[in-house]
T-cell receptor, first 117, second 117 residues
Framework: GAGVSQSPSNKVTEKGKDVELRCDPI?????LYWYRQSLGQGLEFLIY????????KSGLPSDRFSAERTGGSVSTLTIQRTQQEDSAVYLC???????????????FGDGTRLSIL | AQTVTQSQPEMSVQEAETVTLSCTYD???????LFWYKQPPSRQMILVIR??????QNATENRFSVNFQKAAKSFSLKISDSQLGDTAMYFC??????????????FGTGTSLTVIP
C-alpha cells in the first residue's frame, strides 16, 4: 500500500519568501507529526495532529511556522518569511495511534529538503 | 518531560561483526513503548524494532535484537552479522500515551553507524 507521501522532495527558495510543504499520510492514520532534521542532527519535533483534537504546537520554533490538517488527512506546513536557519529536511510521519494500548509506530515520508539561499 | 539520550554520535563495525548501540531514557511513566529507527542515506526512516515496556522479554527481529533494562532505563540495539546495508543513522525513540494528546514520540540525536567492508 501507499506510504506517507511528501512534496516537494526538494525546495530551494530565497530568504524572505514563504514556503508550503505538503504531507499525505497513510490512509486511515489519525495521528500526523512534523519534524525538522538539520544536517547531521536528530529529529526536532514541530507539531502533532491527533484526530479532531487541537494540535500540539509546542515544538514550533517561531510564529513564522504554522501547520494545518484538512479533513483529518493531508497536512501542510507553512513557513513564512524564511530565514537561512530554516534550511533542513522536514519529515512527516503518521501513525494509527488508536489508543493507549496501541504500540503503533510512526511511518515516515521521505522528507522535503528545504534550502534557503 | 521525557528525554532520550544516545551517547555515541558515531560508530563503526567490521562487516560480519556484532555492534551494540546504546540508548537511555528518562521518564516517570510506567507504560510506554520504545523503538529503533534506521535512516540510510536515502533519508527514509525505517522501523527496525519495537519493545513494549510491560514485556520483560527482549524483542528480536532477525539480526536485530534489543537489551531492554527497564530499571536502568536502558534500551540498546544489537546488530549481529553486520552488513554493508546496515550503514545508516540509527535513532532511538520513546513513545507514551497522554490523555488528550494521544501518542507522543521523543527521539534521541542518533548514532551514525558505518559498516566497514
Amino acid at each position: 500500500g501507499a506510504g506517507v507521501s511528501q512534496s516537494p522532495s526538494n525546495k530551494v527558495t530565497e530568504k524572505g519568501k514563504d514556503v508550503e510543504l505538503r504531507c499525505d499520510p497513510i490512509s486511515g492514520h489519525t495521528a500526523l507529526y512534523w519534524y525538522r532534521q538539520s544536517l547531521g542532527q536528530g529529529l526536532e519535533f514541530l507539531i502533532y495532529f491527533q484526530g479532531n483534537s487541537a494540535p500540539d504546537k509546542s515544538g514550533l520554533p517561531s510564529d513564522r511556522f504554522s501547520a494545518e490538517r484538512t479533513g483529518g488527512s493531508v497536512s501542510t506546513l507553512t513557513i513564512q518569511r524564511t530565514q537561512q536557519e530554516d534550511s533542513a529536511v522536514y519529515l512527516c510521519a503518521s501513525s494509527l495511534a488508536r489508543d493507549r494500548y496501541s504500540n503503533q509506530p510512526q511511518h515516515f515520508g521521505d522528507g522535503t529538503r528545504l534550502s534557503i539561499l | 518531560a521525557q528525554t532520550v539520550t544516545q551517547s555515541q554520535p558515531e560508530m563503526s563495525v567490521q562487516e560480519a561483526e556484532t555492534v551494540t548501540l546504546s540508548c537511555t531514557y528518562d521518564t516517570s511513566e510506567s507504560n510506554y513503548y520504545l523503538f529503533w529507527y534506521k535512516q540510510p542515506p536515502s533519508r527514509q526512516m525505517i522501523l527496525v524494532i519495537r519493545q513494549e515496556a510491560y514485556k520483560q522479554q527482549n524483542a528480536t527481529e532477525n539480526r536485530f535484537s534489543v537489551n531492554f533494562q527497564k530499571a536502568a532505563k536502558s534500551f540498546s540495539l544489537k546488530i549481529s552479522d553486520s552488513q554493508l546495508g546496515d550503514t545508516a543513522m540509527y535513532f532511538c525513540a520513546f513513545m507514551k500515551h497522554s490523555n488528550g494528546f494521544g501518542n507522543q514520540f521523543y527521539f534521541g540525536t542518533g548514532t551514525s553507524l558505518t559498516v566497514i567492508p
